[in-house]
């Protein structure tokens, strides 16, 4: 069965980067019958799909915040990365890492989520 | 970037009734289509995918169906367990964009 574990910081100052890491287990990041994608949930609100990257380490972004996210991965540790820097107080939500289909283009695994409010 | 839209809002019901959700988007996406479950405090959960396709372990009192632009969630007989918000989402392309969800609540 996966699993996913997000860990980072839950506070995180305005102006500042946001940077938290996915650990897989049950599966491989180096697989190419998925993908791994980071997924926000600001509170009360909806989700919104951040973006993701394959195994070769090939990423697509939501534009909303391109210019501001990179997604990495680490297959020696079977982990991938967020970073989403200048965040400001619409950063704060609930981000979870997720593992998808690449032939489904659904999101098949879900990490627990962890809480990121950025507030100085 | 294509946009879902879901209906109702909100729906109230009991335990045994049937309930549909449904979910259209602003263009054609095939079959790219997932239903997510999403219980208060917790991650969401993939019920559907590809529209119609259960997932494993899902009961069978979920379906799905639909494609182009207009699809469905049907949950026949209801279960307490059930009560929970239902997000569409489409994966026909980037940005992979959800639904607003729909929130199911115990009458």
């Known amino acids: 069965q996966v699993q996913l574990q997000e860990s980072g910081p839950g506070v995180v100052k305005p102006s500042e980067t946001l940077s938290l890491t996915c650990s897989v287990s049950g599966s491989s990041v180096n697989s190419g019958s998925y993908h791994w994608s980071w997924i926000r949930q600001p509170p009360g609100k909806g989700l919104e799909w951040i973006g993701y990257i394959f195994y070769s380490g090939s990423t697509k972004y939501n534009s909303f915040l391109q210019s501001r996210v990179t997604i990495s991965i680490d297959t020696s540790k079977n982990q991938f990365s967020l970073n989403l820097n200048s965040v400001t107080a619409a950063d704060t939500a609930v981000y979870y890492c997720?593992?998808?289909?690449?032939?489904?283009?659904?999101?098949?695994?879900w990490g627990q989520g962890t809480l990121v409010t950025v507030s100085s | 970037d294509i946009q879902m839209t879901q209906s109702p809002a909100s729906l109230s019901a009991s335990v045994g009734d049937r309930v549909t959700i449904t979910c259209q988007a602003s263009q054609s996406i095939s079959r790219f289509l997932n239903w997510y479950q999403q219980k208060a405090g917790q991650a969401p959960t993939l019920l559907i995918y590809s529209a119609s396709s259960l997932e494993r372990g899902v009961p069978s009192r979920f379906s799905g169906s639909g494609s182009g632009t207009d699809f469905t969630l049907t949950i026949t007989s209801l279960q307490r367990e059930d009560f929970a918000t239902y997000y569409c989402q489409q994966g026909f392309s980037t940005p992979h964009t959800f639904g607003p969800g729909t929130k199911l609540e115990i009458k």
């Open positions: 997720v593992m998808g289909g690449m032939a489904t283009r659904s999101f098949d695994s």
